[in-house]
């Protein structure tokens, strides 16, 4: 008998990712959000694209972390994780396939606020009588999409290390205030920041003018948000008997 | 088709089972009866691969159950009926499992008539359902592979009359087709009118096995299963 096909696991996860009346809502709330954020944003600050789109990813860089850490630990809180494993025992590849589709999902997030931000921009241009703004070039597209990855990796790392949804959700969105927080503790903490704040990090990406020093401060701080507990995670969910 | 050998698993120091060994054959049902917290379901995770045994083995056709490549399409399993996503439908659930095994949706259909859950009630979300609707979507994801082995924990548990009955003449239509089930309780009056045979187990040691006739000994069932876990009770305390 063959096993389980990684494509067929793949395909079951997405699913569980969008299949429940939560997931569905949150969808609905994302994309309600992002159109009114980009279209209120166009009206009031004019045809600056990076600035439109920027602003969708605000809402990107909660909901859908939070979408991707419900999909790492939602199997547990609700213990459906008795069944999904019973179904596949290597648990290595149902963890990797749950933690696809919500990066996927960023991609095709910030894909859709470029889509939306382009025809407001041009709107906005056209109604306004102003030039569009430069400056978000493919580069800076590209950086801002790596960024709403990334910050959706952060999620499902914290998620898989933690296995608890609320907890993780929390400890998530505090991420930023704790940065605040280390910053202001002398240089010490100033230093913590500059290297190991992923929020922080991020920022050169996501304008797309990643210096080589920014990308040292970059993979040092996946390395500690994105790497090292999502490895620990990967251990604990294959190792934990499942109650 | 199953088999036990010499299973242990201390938990904290606990000794949850205490070399337990006993053996299920195809073509017959089952009952694993004890109190709670005896160690039903943790034999039966461990037989799952869902937990590991400290030593000992637990196997289903001579293997590990880890190392079967698709094991929804050879053994069936419930493990918790409340184990559901209260979120999704009855139908999105068999949906699920029956892509994950790689069988064709007709196959949902199938299986909710076979539990004789409704397309109605199917496609409510899990969370309003009552515990007997809940047990029969379970032992219908169990069923969905058309398993040759069938692992049941506590599936009669919150079971009307009527639903108990049900269960009754579905495993043993299964059984004669030759399939073996394996279905835990501690519910001796429910179990007794599914199993062929019984392994009764306390404080985590098989305390007797055999058929019903050979088990109550001109007694009543009752009597028996009492005086042995009195009895397991006593030897630890």
């Known amino acids: 008998m063959t096993s389980i096909p990684f494509h067929r696991l793949l395909r079951v996860e997405t699913r569980k990712l969008f299949d429940t009346r939560s997931a569905k809502i949150m969808i609905l709330v994302l994309a309600g959000l992002t159109v009114a954020a980009i279209v209120a944003r166009g009206v009031v600050a004019g045809p600056r694209p990076r600035m439109l789109a920027g602003t969708a990813g605000v809402g990107f860089g909660t909901l859908l972390p939070a979408l991707g850490i419900l999909a790492v630990t939602g199997e547990w809180g609700h213990r459906t994780a008795l069944t999904t494993f019973a179904l596949e025992p290597r648990r290595h590849r149902v963890l990797a396939a749950k933690c696809l589709p919500p990066l996927l999902t960023a991609v095709a997030a910030s894909l859709f606020a470029l889509l939306v931000t382009v025809p407001v921009t041009m709107i906005v241009a056209r109604v306004e009588d102003v030039p569009v703004d430069g400056g978000f070039g493919p580069l800076a597209v590209l950086g801002w999409t790596a960024t709403n990855v990334l910050l959706v990796a952060m999620g499902l790392a914290i998620g898989m290390l933690l296995l608890n949804a609320p907890l993780s959700i929390v400890l998530y969105l505090s991420t930023p205030a704790l940065g605040t927080f280390v910053g202001r503790l002398g240089g010490t903490g100033e230093l913590l920041v500059r290297w190991f704040d992923l929020n922080t990090t991020v920022g050169p990406l996501a304008k797309g003018d990643l210096s080589g020093a920014d990308a040292a401060r970059l993979a040092a701080s996946i390395t500690f948000w994105i790497v090292a507990p999502m490895t620990a995670g990967f251990a604990r969910g294959i190792r934990r008997e499942v109650t | ?237």
């Not at chain 2, 039903?40 to 159950?65: E, Q």
């Not at chain 2, 003449?169 to 009118?193: F, K, P, T, Y």
């Not at chain 2, 028996?224 to 006593?234: E, G, I, K, S, V």
């Open chain 2, 1 to 237: 088709m199953i088999e036990f050998s010499h299973v242990s698993k201390t938990y904290r120091g606990v000794r949850a089972l205490d070399d337990v060994s006993f053996a299920v054959g195809p073509g017959c049902v089952t009952g694993f009866l004890g109190p709670n917290g005896a160690g039903k379901s943790t034999a039966l995770r461990i037989l799952t691969g869902l937990a590991r045994a400290t030593s000992g083995s637990a196997t289903v056709f001579g293997r590990a159950y880890a190392e079967l490549a698709n094991p929804g399409a050879r053994v069936g399993t419930l493990l918790d009926a409340g184990a559901l996503h209260p979120g999704r439908t009855g139908r999105e659930t068999l949906t699920l499992g029956a892509m994950m095994i790689g069988l064709p949706r007709t196959r949902v259909g199938e299986v909710l008539d076979l539990v004789g859950l409704t397309g109605r009630e199917a496609d409510r979300v899990v969370g309003g359902y009552s515990l007997g609707m809940r047990q029969r979507l379970c032992v219908g994801h169990a069923l969905l592979g058309r398993p040759e082995v069938l692992v049941l924990d506590e599936p009669v548990n919150g079971l009307d009359p009527q639903g108990i009955h049900w269960m009754r003449v579905l495993l043993r239509g299964l059984a004669d087709s030759g399939c073996s089930v394996l279905l835990s309780s501690h519910l001796l009056h429910e179990i007794e009118q599914v199993a062929d045979r019984l392994v009764m187990i306390g404080r985590g040691r098989i305390l007797a096995q055999g058929t019903v006739a050979e088990l109550s000994r001109g007694r009543s069932l009752e009597e028996t299963f009492l005086d042995l876990t009195a009895n397991a009770d006593r030897s630890v305390s």
